[in-house]
């Protein structure tokens, strides 16, 4: 019963994006309705393997948003979530579609279904934000630098690889352009957002009380990390974590 209801659930918080509306329409009035069928099947699979890993984890969703390029899966979350989680359920996707795909292409006899099959794959793995390639790299960035450099490492990839596409298919297909112009959005929005996320990391550092394996010793906040505890050394002394955050939101609150 409590299965279903969380199905129900996630069914309700599918959203239909209108540029993939418009592109199922010109498919199938071109006469290309089964290979939008094949598209939209592998696109489903892909966000499933997303979504199983996330209940896994107990990760709340909050919108899956159905795009022409794939699917997107936002969630509702504190940000100071393991990086093994985020890690495995950005990896999901691909995993359980290739799964998926080796287990049925014998059966499927239609020519495109591997080109579909591995177009998604290999489209989600581009490292532009937010795109699967850019979460496994904000992953990496995160075990390499700090949680502020990570999210300016993304949108920066990010940024680059949108200007080397664009330049690449501007001439070759119309279609590519509108979606890496959705995809310029999102990254945009990381960016002007970046100040609040951090603000956000900091904040549920100090009302949460996170238990962590590894432990870091820095000298301000823009140098915290995720999955470790801190301690700053400041004018010679060490102090706490909480002690440090307590001091600053302090300080904060009173400008």
Known sequence: MEIYLNLKSILTKIYFHPLFLICVLIFILIGYFRFISYFMLIILIHELGHILVSQIFKWNIDKIIILPFGGLTKFNEIINRPLIEEFLIAIAGIIFQMVFYVTLKKFIEYKYFSFINYFVIVFNLIPIYPLDGAK?????????????????????????????????FIRINKLVIIILSFLFFEVNKLYKERKEIFNKFLLERYIRDFKFKHEKVI?????????????????????????????????????
Do not use: A, C, P
Request: proline residues 0%.
């Open 136 to 168: 496994i790299l904000n992953v990496i960035f995160n075990k390499l630098t700090s949680f502020k450099n990570s999210i300016l490492l993304t949108v920066i990839i990010s940024y680059i690889f949108i200007i080397i596409m664009s330049v690449i």
């Open 219 to 255: 000298n301000n906040s823009y140098e915290m990390k995720k999955d470790y505890r801190h301690l700053f050394y400041i004018d010679g002394k060490y102090l706490t974590e909480n002690y440090f955050l307590e001091k600053t939101f302090d300080i904060r609150s009173n400008l």
